[in-house]
């Protein structure tokens, strides 16, 4: 069974940083290329970074990028995403996942930036 298992959220002031973490399991990690997502309540999914499955290359949506870095260490099936300048914006539930079409998402943890 594929687990995705996120963790690392929590509340921050803005210009804070966070560094969620997300543990894989029931799949060889190192052969998928993974993605973090958030989504506030009522809106859409936001795709914010995607690495590939050997950590050598990524991408990172407009919103994030010079503030968030995504990487992973395939040793300890582990993806991460270093958040920095967060903003209230930023606020959301986060979510890791396969990048592929139908992927495994995990359950989320909370991002919230507030003063």
């Known amino acids: 069974e594929v687990q995705l298992v996120e963790s690392g959220g929590g509340l921050v002031q803005p210009g804070g940083s966070l560094t969620l973490s997300c543990v894989a399991s029931?799949?060889?990690?190192?052969?998928?290329?993974m993605k973090w997502l958030r989504q506030v309540p009522g809106q859409r999914l936001e795709h914010l970074a995607t690495?590939?499955?050997?950590?050598?290359?990524?991408s990172y949506a407009d919103s994030v990028r010079g503030r968030f870095t995504i990487s992973r260490d395939n040793a300890k099936n582990t993806l991460y995403l270093q958040l920095n300048s967060l903003k209230n914006e930023d606020t959301a539930m986060y979510y890791c996942a396969q990048a592929l079409i139908n992927g495994a998402r995990g359950q989320g943890t909370q991002v919230t930036v507030s003063s």
């Open positions: 029931g799949f060889i990690f190192s052969d998928i290329a």
């Open positions: 690495i590939h499955k050997s950590g050598t290359s990524a």
